[in-house]
């Protein structure tokens, strides 16, 4: 720890830093579920963006907003 300390104030020129605390954490087995959270999208959310591409002349991004608009509920 001491060359920890050391390098801190040589290297970054922080020689104000008089002590270093380490805290090592194990990781919690209920914080890492591999539960991925579904996100839905309601009918009138896809029709307004669907209505909202039509209006668009970018042709990828109009296309790209009317995929999208078709993953609704």
Same mark, same amino acid.
């Given at each position: 720890? !001491? /060359?920890?300390?050391?390098?801190?104030?040589? *290297?970054?020129? %922080? $020689?104000?830093?008089?002590?270093?605390?380490?805290?090592?954490?194990? !990781? /919690?087995?209920?914080?890492?579920?591999?539960? *991925?959270?579904? %996100? $839905?999208?309601?009918?009138?959310?896809?029709?307004?963006?669907?209505?909202?591409?039509?209006?668009?002349?970018?042709?990828?991004?109009?296309?790209?907003?009317?995929?999208?608009?078709?993953?609704?509920?």
């Amino acid at each position: 720890m !001491p /060359d920890i300390l050391r390098l801190i104030q040589n *290297r970054l020129n %922080l $020689t104000g830093i008089k002590s270093i605390r380490i805290k090592i954490m194990f !990781p /919690d087995e209920k914080s890492h579920s591999n539960h *991925r959270r579904t %996100l $839905t999208m309601s009918t009138n959310t896809a029709r307004l963006l669907a209505d909202s591409a039509r209006s668009i002349t970018d042709p990828a991004l109009r296309s790209s907003l009317l995929r999208l608009s078709s993953h609704a509920d």
